[in-house]
């Protein structure tokens, strides 16, 4: 499970919330302060031993029972999720020379055609890069020289 899937599930429920800071997910009570968490789980630790828990903190009658046995399910599902399967694959772009006029960098695009472009932007996972390197060898030198990370894509 990716990490992302489980916040999305978690801050789904009625009564409880999470979110990530410094490498934890914290769990919480939705109508406490982010001071108030009772759950952490370690984003780089397989098993039960990434959790610290204090669960008298959060059995009160605000918690819905189910909420806190769907968060249970969730959070079993990725502690048994090997560490690098919870992070989102990194992006890259294919960056061609910059626009003549304007200095903006072009990108290389590919339509539903499997046509080239210079304008847009198409985003590659790691693995796709390797598999366009493999379908095309006399084009993996200028793969790996155009290949820039896309930072603000790899949340996706």
């Known amino acids: 499970m990716k990490i992302k899937e489980a916040l999305n599930f978690i801050n789904a429920t009625m009564t ?58 969730v959070v079993q599902r990725l502690i048994c999720t090997p560490v690098n399967e919870r992070f989102p694959e990194k992006k890259y772009r294919l960056r061609w020379i910059n626009d003549d006029e304007s200095g903006f960098p072009n990108y290389l695009c590919r339509n539903q055609g499997g046509e080239w472009w210079f304008t847009g932007t198409t985003y590659f996972t790691e693995s796709e890069l390797e598999q366009l390197k493999k379908d095309n060898p006399r084009l993996a030198p200028a793969i790996d020289a155009m290949k820039e990370p896309a930072e603000d894509k790899d949340d996706e």
């Open 16 to 73: 409880l919330r999470a979110k990530v800071d410094d490498d934890i997910m914290y769990v919480y009570e939705k109508s406490l302060g982010d001071d108030d968490w009772f759950m952490g789980i370690s984003l780089y630790q397989v098993g039960w031993s990434a959790i610290s828990a204090d669960f008298d903190t959060c059995l009160d009658d605000d918690v819905d029972v189910m909420d806190l046995a769907r968060v249970m399910d």
